[in-house]
């Protein structure tokens, strides 16, 4: 299994982000996903989290409003639409997926994920 994100960059305060997930040897459909992040010094943060079939999704707290998670199963992709970034929203940028005995894995703790990417930088300049 092997996850691979894309979209990260430089921008500037206010500016807008999609982040790519695409999974390869593993039927997308059939599991949960999310996005992490992790910024310098700071433990893995939670972000948001998104149904199989995509009808359910879980964002952090702080996130909700600015933050949108979507997928295409059809692609084998997840999406992490990023609006009004700010600084503090600087950090590399995980997708995650559950084990395969566990596709309905419904948990905000990163150590509960089996698969990682290997991470996209986002900097957020003010």
């Known amino acids: 299994v092997q996850l691979v994100e894309s979209g990260g960059g430089l921008v500037q305060a206010g500016d807008s982000l999609r982040l790519s997930c695409t999974v390869f040897g593993y039927t997308l459909s059939h599991y949960v996903m999310a996005w992490f992040r992790q910024a310098p010094g700071k433990e893995h943060e939670f972000v948001a989290w998104?149904?199989?079939?995509?009808?359910?999704?879980l964002y952090a707290d702080s996130l909700k409003g600015r933050f949108t998670i979507s997928r295409d199963n059809a692609k084998n992709t997840v999406y992490l639409q990023m609006n009004s970034l700010k600084p503090e929203d600087t950090a590399v940028y995980y997708c995650?997926?559950?084990?395969?005995?566990?596709?309905?894995?419904?948990?905000?703790?990163?150590?509960?994920?089996?698969?990682w990417g290997q991470g996209t930088q986002v900097t957020v300049s003010s």
């Open positions: 998104i149904s199989s079939g995509g009808g359910s999704t």
């Open positions: 995650v997926a559950p084990d395969y005995g566990d596709p309905y894995k419904y948990s905000t703790r990163g150590a509960e994920y089996h698969y």
